[in-house]
């Protein structure tokens, strides 16, 4: 059975284009033992800010990662590339009308071997990525349920993000989710500023992924690689 290059990733650095970081900040990011560096943003990334951004983390060995957001911004030379479908917005453009168009253009292009495609539920309104996509970001239970089903089952997706960036999201519904899924792997992402939050994120989610404090507390953001890589995964994922 292929493995993906991601099914090993508990904790995953992710990096704006768009915002400032310093070589040492970088440094210590790339060295901190993370099992991976995902670059993406919700808004102003363009070709020239991932370029330079991928350039710079290539001095290293950790895993690279593209979360492909605008056709502007599909660099060559990462190691992975994920595309996001955004599950809980009705607005079809950011489910397969953006992705269509791009694959009118890009199609035969695209490094297929090492592409996938990204179910994203955003859970907090107040986010940009929530903004942007007109994402229908107060999902209970229920709903959140049916999404799972939608992404894991019928669509088969590899991954599920639940998106909560900007706020430290409700780890219950987070574990309710992940007991549903019988083939994706789920990442969280959103408001772990601390090894504390990492560590009830680790317990729920296959993958953390750890992002605004990097630019906010660079020392908070380390302290959550050990945190996750010491937590044991809790909620197994359903087989019914």
Partial sequence: MHTNLFSSWRHVFKLDPERELTDEALDAICMSGTDAVLVGGSSGVTYDN???LMSRIRRFEVPCALEVSSLEAAVPGFDWYFVPLVL??????????NQIEAMRKMGPFIPWECTSAEGYIILNPEAEAARLTGA???LGPDAV??????????????????????TFGDMALVSHASKLLTQAQLFYGGGIDDAAKARAAAEVAQTVVVGNVIYDDL??????VQAVHQTPLRTAASSS
Avoid: F, K, Q
């Fill in 50 to 52: 991932t370029v330079d």
């Fill in 88 to 97: 809980n917005t009705p607005r079809g453009e950011w489910i397969a009308g």
């Fill in 136 to 138: 229908d970001a107060s």
């Fill in 145 to 166: 349920a049916a999404h799972m089903y939608m992404a894991d089952r019928l669509m088969r997706l590899p991954v599920v993000y639940l998106e909560y960036s900007g």
């Fill in 219 to 224: 020392e908070a953001a380390l302290s959550t």
